[in-house]
C-alpha cells in the first residue's frame, strides 16, 4: 500500500510539472506574433536564413496558415532554393485556391528552372545535335523575354532572379 501511494504521489508530481510547463493559449499567441514579427523584419531586411527559419517554425506551429507558407515559398526563392519554392506555393494553394499570388509567383518560379532547362539543354547539345541546341536556346531566349530580359541578362538568369510577388494579398 505504502509502494502504491508513493507511486501515485510521483504520478501527481509528474503531472504538475508538465501542467506548470505547458504554456498558457495567452502565451502561445505572444509567442507566435512575436516570432511572427521577427520573420517579417528578418524577411525585409535581407535576412533570408533567419526569415526561413522563423518561418518553418510559424508553418510547423500553424500549417493552415496560408500567409506564412506563401512567405517561405518567398523566402525560398531569395535562397535560390525553387523546387522548396514550389512546394510552400502548392501548399498554399491546397490551402487556399484562389491566392492569386501565390498563383502568380509559382509560375514566376517555373518559368525560371524552364529557362533554366533548356539552357542547360542548349549547352549540353553544342557540337552533338545543332537542331535541339537550336531549339532550346530560342525556347530559353523566348521564356527570357517573357521577363522582359534577355536570356544572358543577370535579371533573368536562374542564379540571380528577380523576387517575385512579395507581401500579403489584397
Same mark, same amino acid.
Given at each position: ?6 507511486? #501515485? ?9 508538465l501542467a506548470?510547463c505547458?504554456?498558457s ?5 505572444v509567442?507566435t506574433?512575436a516570432?511572427?514579427? #521577427?520573420?517579417e523584419q528578418?524577411y525585409?531586411g ?6 526561413l527559419?522563423?518561418?518553418q517554425a510559424?508553418?510547423?506551429q ?10 517561405l515559398g518567398n523566402v525560398y526563392v531569395r535562397l535560390? #532554393? ?10 498554399v494553394?491546397r490551402?487556399e485556391?484562389?491566392h492569386?499570388?501565390?498563383?502568380h509567383?509559382? %509560375? ?5 528552372q ?8 542548349a549547352?549540353?547539345a553544342a557540337?552533338?545535335?545543332? %537542331? ?9 531566349? %523566348?521564356?527570357?523575354?517573357? %521577363?522582359?530580359?534577355?536570356p ?5 538568369s536562374a542564379s540571380a532572379?528577380p523576387?517575385p510577388?512579395?507581401?500579403? #494579398?489584397?
Open positions: 500500500m505504502a509502494g502504491t501511494l508513493k507511486i #501515485r504521489i510521483a504520478c501527481l508530481v509528474m503531472l504538475l510539472a506548470g505547458a504554456a493559449p495567452t502565451q502561445r499567441l509567442k506574433v516570432r511572427q514579427q #521577427r520573420a528578418a525585409r535581407g535576412h533570408p536564413e533567419q526569415a527559419a522563423d518561418y510559424l508553418v510547423q500553424l500549417p493552415q496558415n496560408a500567409d506564412f507558407w506563401f512567405r535560390q #532554393r525553387p523546387d522548396d519554392a514550389v512546394d510552400a506555393y502548392q501548399h494553394l490551402i485556391p484562389g492569386a499570388k501565390a498563383w509567383n509559382l %509560375g514566376i518560379v517555373r518559368l525560371r524552364a529557362e533554366a532547362a533548356f539552357a542547360q539543354g549547352q549540353h557540337g552533338i545535335d545543332a %537542331g535541339l541546341q537550336r531549339d532550346s536556346a530560342a525556347m530559353a531566349h %523566348g521564356i527570357a523575354a517573357l %521577363g522582359g530580359a534577355a544572358d541578362t543577370p535579371a533573368s532572379p523576387p510577388a512579395a507581401g500579403r #494579398r489584397p
